[in-house]
């Protein structure tokens, strides 16, 4: 991931959660975005004294969410965000507004879960469903165990197509996918025209 982002630049990681990407990412202004003030609190105090002992400038953290993004136009050379995108309450608004943020020729690097194709959303929306959530609770002996959203989560996930088409259509070019590791992870990259 941090292979495809520009080094030296300006960085906005969108759902940054508890700061477990920022804290490696190396030079350049990072900016975090969290909906959850906890998870930005939690973010600040792991990544910037890890930023400060390299000698990196401080982490922005902003309350905020991805439909809405809090910033000027064109004001990103890269936007990304890990395992955050199938939280997005409306992606097609997210992906519009990374597209806004983003200066001419920018980078947007997500990482998510995908289906593969539909017959794989079946197949893994049933093994979740029964397999995982038997087996949790079998581990967690409760019916109220928090495994049972996953697959709720799972089963409202795209295919990789429908992500790379969702790309395209807000306007994003190059588009590209690499399946990192079926039904679990999916790097989507994109550049702003």
Excluded at 155 to 184: H, I, N
Aim: neutral net charge; proline residues 6%; aromatic residues 10%.
């Amino acid at each position: 991931m941090r292979d495809r982002l520009p080094h030296g630049d300006r960085v906005l990681e969108v759902g940054c959660g508890p700061g477990s990407f920022a804290e490696d990412v190396v030079g350049g202004d990072l900016v975090c975005l969290d909906p959850i003030p906890e998870m930005l609190r939690v973010a600040k105090a792991r990544v910037d004294p890890k930023r400060a002992a390299r000698g990196d400038s401080v982490v922005e953290f902003v309350e905020g969410v991805a439909e809405e993004l809090p910033f000027e136009d064109a004001s990103f050379d890269a936007v990304c965000s890990l395992f955050s995108f199938r939280d997005w309450y409306d992606k097609r608004a997210g992906l519009a507004e990374a597209l806004r943020v983003l200066r001419p020729g920018g980078t947007v690097v997500i990482v998510d879960p995908a289906k593969m194709n539909r017959l794989h959303g079946v197949l893994g929306w049933l093994w979740m469903r029964l397999w995982v959530g038997a087996y949790a609770r079998l581990l967690f002996r409760r019916s109220d165990h928090p495994w049972k959203w996953l697959a709720k989560t799972y089963r409202s996930f795209g295919t990789t197509r429908d992500y790379v088409r969702m790309l395209e259509e807000v306007g994003f070019v190059d588009v590209r996918a690499k399946v990192v590791f079926p039904g679990m992870a999916t790097i989507w990259q994109a550049s702003s025209p």
